[in-house]
């Protein structure tokens, strides 16, 4: 079974410039999570999708934060403008349903660096 | 909000040490718990986890952790530590039966000394 895919692994930008990061969900997988992860602290929410209808988007920065998942498979993450506090890693997860004890599987991560 | 600590941020042990870390939530309510680890250069990946009966959970690799509401802890246990435990472990809680407001704790690093 394939894992939860990210894309790009790695990325480096200017503060004030746009960033996306991109996710593929575990197949059959109805709930999708993106979390940001800071150097030293572990990972925050910041929106859990069902399928393509937000579910929790409580923490994520909405000033400069989008993410969309129109078809209900994969995802986008977006960060416009970037600001230095921004560098982290960036985690998708998934789950079959999002229903409270579920586990999430968790991708590989993309890493971000503001200068 | 709900928060999640964890008491210790780096422990240090040799081979064949007894294991306890711990961890304290806040939410009085319904709660899923659960204890994530991330191996130097791999995933996170799911350890154990507890959402209904009995209080003593067990997991992969021989971790087990118990589910005390009085105390809002959901402390992890290792009899016995191998050097491959050497890994960031983080505790997570999840609210009610739709897992809402999902946090992790910030993580404890452990050492394993061959």
């Known amino acids: 079974e394939a894992g939860v895919a990210q894309s790009p692994r790695y990325k480096i930008i200017e503060k004030r410039q746009s960033v996306a990061f991109w996710c593929n969900p575990i197949s059959g997988h109805a709930t999708l999570y993106w979390y940001q992860q800071i150097l030293g602290q572990g990972p925050k929410l910041l929106i859990q999708?069902?399928?393509?209808?937000?579910?929790?988007d409580s923490q994520l920065p909405k000033d400069r934060f989008s993410a969309e998942r129109l078809k209900g498979v994969d995802s986008t993450l977006k960060i416009q403008p970037a600001k230095l506090e921004d560098s982290a890693v960036y985690l998708c997860?998934?789950?079959?349903?999002?229903?409270?004890?579920?586990?999430?599987?968790f991708g590989p991560g993309t890493r971000l660096l503001v200068l | 909000a709900q928060s999640v600590s964890q008491h210790n941020h780096h422990v240090i042990l040799s081979e064949a040490a007894s294991l306890e870390l711990g961890c304290n939530y806040s939410y009085g309510g319904t709660v899923n718990l659960f204890w994530y680890v991330q191996y130097p250069g791999q995933h996170l990946q799911l350890l154990l986890k507890y959402f209904s009966g009995d209080p003593l959970v067990k997991g992969i690799k021989g971790f087990e952790a118990e589910f005390i509401k009085s105390k809002f802890s959901f402390n992890l246990r290792k009899p016995s530590v191998q050097w491959s435990d050497t890994a960031e472990y983080f505790c997570?809680?999840?609210?009610?039966?739709?897992?809402?407001?999902?946090?992790f704790g910030p993580g404890t690093r452990l050492s394993v000394l061959p």
């Open positions: 997570a809680v999840s609210i009610g039966n739709y897992g809402q407001n999902f946090v």
């Open positions: 997860a998934s789950s079959l349903e999002g229903g409270g004890g579920e586990t999430q599987y």
């Open positions: 999708f069902q399928n393509n209808g937000v579910v929790d």
